[in-house]
């Protein structure tokens, strides 16, 4: 099992910018693939930007150039710097782990922003 807690969500005015931090405990394996999920009201959960063990990423289209995802493997640790927010990215942020198949998920964290 793999436990997620997510931190850094808020509340912040547009072209703000957050930071979220997930950090994983657990029966962790050293490869691995870790990354943020978002969801707005009425919308499905889709990606925002994911990073493998080995560092390579892959980000959604909307977090291109505003967003930027990291990870300190020694911490089981990732980041997600939120730079530009815009009010369409209001969402629940979620984390997710996942290993030889096994995905786990955090219990969110709330991004407002506002315009």
């Known amino acids: 099992q793999v436990q997620l807690v997510e931190s850094g969500g808020g509340l912040v005015q547009a072209g703000g910018s957050l930071r979220l931090s997930c950090a994983a405990s657990?029966?962790?394996?050293?490869?691995?693939?870790m990354g943020w999920y978002r969801q707005a009201p009425g919308s499905t959960r889709a990606l925002v930007a994911r990073?493998?063990?080995?560092?390579?990423?892959n980000y959604a289209d909307s977090a291109k150039g505003r967003f930027t995802i990291s990870r300190d493997n020694a911490k089981n640790t990732v980041y997600l710097q939120m730079n530009s927010l815009k009010p369409e990215d209001t969402a629940v942020y979620y984390c997710?782990?996942?290993?030889?198949?096994?995905?786990?998920w955090g219990q969110g964290t709330q991004v407002t922003v506002s315009s």
């Open positions: 997710n782990h996942i290993q030889y198949g096994y995905s786990y």
């Open positions: 990073i493998t063990s080995g560092g390579s990423t």
């Open positions: 657990g029966s962790i394996f050293s490869i691995n693939t």
